[in-house]
């Protein structure tokens, strides 16, 4: 399902918005995470096994989403409870968009073709009623995309975009759609839209760094750069994600683990990321693993023994088992 856009009215939106041996399987964790998980729920068995011997750490409770993730990027709806007679223009367009919005969600709940047909002409006559408005024409082609009618939706984005072309929403569920349909190239540039609009928006960030990570060799010879200036850019946009929401804990941790996957990478960089991580986490002792590991990879044996000291969860025995007999050859 592709990205869902933030349909209330525009004006009025806020944003919501180590080595191979334990990250082996990288590349693919990280199409797993931005694929489908795009709100960074780390769902990928496999490879929070392979990361972290841990294999039950995570359910597989969350919503399968392209980002498209990141993206992604799933945007709450506005509530649809109204209950306020309207006495302006702008409070009979909240109204409007509401009742759309409500008759969205029983017809997608209920998928009959008269629900759809229904919602149609709703929207036909916002779109008629709000000429100069892009929100009629955004929330139609969220409606169409969430079909799977990608072509129409992407008319309506287009329609969209001539009214209001600072709409980021409108440019990641457009990416979203792209990558699904597998124009990686587009997929990126329309992100990249997205974050040039609202660059404070983490999560646009946090989607286009995951294009760039997970779709380097093909943009490398459309953009004439190499895969380590791909790599440095995948980099620079998790760390960004990061710091715009400091509280967000799996950006803050796709930003330290991505070190792992970056030939040549800053190990102290590496460090300090994984040192925000560990006050957001509720899992310590993997936290102190992953510090351990870079500060071996540093040569201090003593802050890695530091750090191997506070790993106490047994969960981690045989990881911490692992760093140790590192230590010891060090």
């Not at 960074?40 to 011997?53: I, P, S, Y």
Request: glycine share 4%; hydrophobic share 40%.
């Amino acid at each position: 399902m592709p990205q869902v856009l933030n349909n209330a009215p525009h004006h009025k939106r806020q944003q919501y918005r180590g080595d191979e041996e334990l990250f082996s399987n990288r590349e693919s964790k990280h199409q797993t995470f931005f694929l489908f998980a795009p709100h960074h729920t780390w769902a990928d068995a496999g490879a929070q096994r392979l990361m972290n011997d841990s294999p039950e750490r995570f359910g597989p409770g969350w919503l399968p989403m392209v980002f498209a993730s990141a993206c992604g990027l799933l945007i709450p709806l506005i509530s649809l409870a109204t209950t306020d007679k309207p006495v302006n223009e702008e409070e009979e367009f909240v109204a409007d968009m509401n009742a759309a919005q409500l008759a969205q969600a029983q017809a997608q709940e209920s998928t009959s073709a008269a629900g759809v047909e229904r919602v149609r002409r709703i929207y036909a006559d916002l779109i008629t009623k709000y000429p100069q408005n892009a929100d009629p024409r955004a929330a139609f082609g969220d409606f169409l995309s969430s079909l799977g009618r990608y072509d129409e939706a992407r008319q309506q984005w287009r329609e969209a975009l001539k009214i209001d072309p600072d709409r980021a929403d409108i440019y990641a569920a457009d990416s979203s759609i792209a990558l699904r349909t597998g124009d990686t190239v587009e997929a990126t540039r329309l992100m990249e839209r997205a974050v040039e609009k609202e660059p404070k928006d983490a999560s646009y960030h946090f989607g286009l760094a995951h294009l760039y990570f997970l779709f380097r060799h093909d943009l490398v010879p459309t953009r004439k750069t190499t895969e380590m200036a791909m790599f440095a850019s995948a980099l620079h946009h998790f760390q960004k994600a990061a710091e715009l929401a400091p509280d967000n804990a799996d950006y803050a941790r796709t930003y330290a683990e991505t070190f792992y996957s970056v030939p040549g990478a800053d190990w102290h960089a590496a460090l300090a990321a994984w040192q925000k991580v560990l006050p957001l986490t509720n899992e310590p002792s993997f936290v102190h693993a992953q510090m351990a590991r870079v500060s071996l990879r540093l040569k201090d044996k003593s802050a890695a023994r530091h750090h191997l000291a506070q790993v106490t969860d047994p969960r981690f025995a045989t990881l911490k088992k692992t760093l140790q007999r590192q230590l010891d050859a060090l």
